[in-house]
């Protein structure tokens, strides 16, 4: 009993197929082996086993066609998927006519040191002025209001 059952699970759905149509062919070979029926019961009982002989062809090319029918599907919607999914995008280099946050600010710094070594070696622009132009932030100039409280 072990046996049969490591056999059933250890079948494929191909293979069990196969097996229950060799069964039904094996059937229809001993039906057709048989004597003509020479009384009622007789004719009743090959009408059943025909019966049961073409209920397993049935069963047979029901399930093939079932099993075909899924794997086109499944197919199908593996190609449906492939489609679905986006190609995976190769990162863009960065544009070379942008400059980025960190060479702009390098820039910056290379212009005020600049302008600083120029102030020192006697330029005529002060050396207030340009820390004043380039590290003090501009006050607008308020208005002076009266009080009248």
């Not at 250890?10 to 094996?26: F, N, S, V, W």
């Not at 397993?56 to 075909?68: H, N, P, Q, S, V």
């Not at 499944?74 to 492939?82: D, F, L, Y």
């Amino acid at each position: 009993m072990d046996t049969a059952a490591d056999i059933t699970e250890a079948l494929t759905p191909e293979t069990r197929r196969g097996h229950l149509r060799a069964i039904a062919d094996r059937m229809l070979l001993a039906l057709s082996r048989e004597d003509d029926p020479k009384t009622g019961e007789e004719i009743e009982k090959g009408i059943r086993r025909a019966l049961l002989i073409e209920r397993l062809y049935a069963r047979c090319d029901a399930t093939e066609a079932k099993a075909i029918k899924n794997a086109v599907a499944s197919i199908g919607q593996q190609v449906v998927a492939k489609k679905a999914a986006p190609a995976p995008v190769p990162p863009t280099p960065p544009d070379p006519t942008k400059e980025t946050q960190a060479e702009i600010a390098s820039s910056a710094l290379a212009m005020k040191a600049k302008a600083l070594y120029r102030a020192s070696k006697g330029d005529p622009e002060s050396l207030r002025q340009v820390m004043a132009r380039h590290f003090e932030t501009p006050v607008a100039p308020t208005k002076n209001r009266k009080d009248t409280s």
